[in-house]
């Protein structure tokens, strides 16, 4: 990746972070935490890695990625809506009533969501039935899926790893976002998953760690899980929760709950002031 591409990607991810904010402070609920962990990862796939096309968010060929950590679904709306899939004034929408912009994401209400998640464990399970389903008809389309740290201790993840692997899966790239914090504090003090790399190489996969808030990193999985044949590929990405708001970082009460109003401005202050030093970078 160039110095002026990196530059590019960390700018939209800043932007990305902005929209979580923006819309979980006008919902007043939501998720951030783990929102923003993942945003660099988001920013990556929309506007790098994935085969996708705002005009036409339906064309059969194109990459499935499945948020399978639904409850981050502000860190997808905005990215999907900086990458042109509907307006990102309509992030300011999240969670009405009369939104298609619900807390999880819905696949028949908004454009470029290929399946409605929430409930977790499944939306990895949804993940391995695209790329199966892909295997059998011949469709070139590459299928990804961001779980959460926490998530994966839900035995049915590892059920559809199992099965990802017994089918050689090599359309399929699994994103495991390594945060640390769950909604009831440290993942490894609720119910430990480590380790998590032997644990997903004992499933079968080619496994990558990574640090997540690095595009050079990121790039670089993305080029190994591509050129995997015959087995399908993890990506664990190491991230802070909460990433970029100085008082949200590593805070697991920032999993479920939306800033007030002094708490809003302070973190547009501050991804404000990130947006000015890349710009002049």
Not at 241 to 265: D, L, Q, R
Request: glycine share 10%; proline share 4%.
């Amino acid at each position: 990746m160039t110095l002026n591409e990196k530059k590019q990607m960390m700018l939209t991810a800043c932007k990305v972070r902005m929209g979580i904010i923006e819309s979980t402070y006008a919902a007043k609920c939501g998720h951030p935490g783990g929102s923003l962990s993942a945003a660099d990862m988001f920013t990556y796939l929309y506007f790098k890695e994935l085969n996708v096309d705002p005009a036409d968010p339906q064309k059969a060929d194109r990459d499935r990625f499945v948020l399978s950590k639904g409850h981050t679904a502000p860190g997808l709306y905005a990215a999907l809506a900086h990458r042109g899939f509907f307006p990102v004034e309509d992030l300011k929408t999240l969670r009405r009533t009369d939104s298609y912009l619900q807390g999880h994401p819905n696949m028949n209400y908004v454009p470029g969501v290929d399946m409605s998640t929430g409930s977790l464990g499944q939306g990895v399970s949804a993940a391995v039935g695209m790329a199966l389903g892909a295997k059998h008809t011949g469709n070139t389309c590459r299928v990804y899926a961001l779980l959460g740290d926490g998530e994966i201790q839900e035995g049915q993840c590892w059920e559809a790893f199992m099965m990802a692997a017994h089918y050689k899966l090599d359309n399929l790239c699994v994103i495991i976002d390594n945060n640390g914090l769950q909604i009831d504090g440290d993942i490894a003090k609720v119910m430990s998953p480590y380790p998590i790399v032997d644990k997903l190489e004992a499933f079968g996969f080619q496994v990558q760690a990574i640090d997540g808030h690095d595009f050079d990193a990121i790039e670089a999985a993305m080029t190994a899980a591509r050129q995997v044949k015959g087995k399908p590929f993890a990506i664990v990405m190491k991230t802070v929760k909460g990433k970029c708001v100085s008082y949200m970082e590593n805070e697991a009460g920032w999993h479920g709950k939306a800033p007030n109003t002094e708490e809003y401005e302070k973190a547009m202050t501050e991804l404000k002031a990130l947006e000015r030093q890349l710009e002049v970078l």
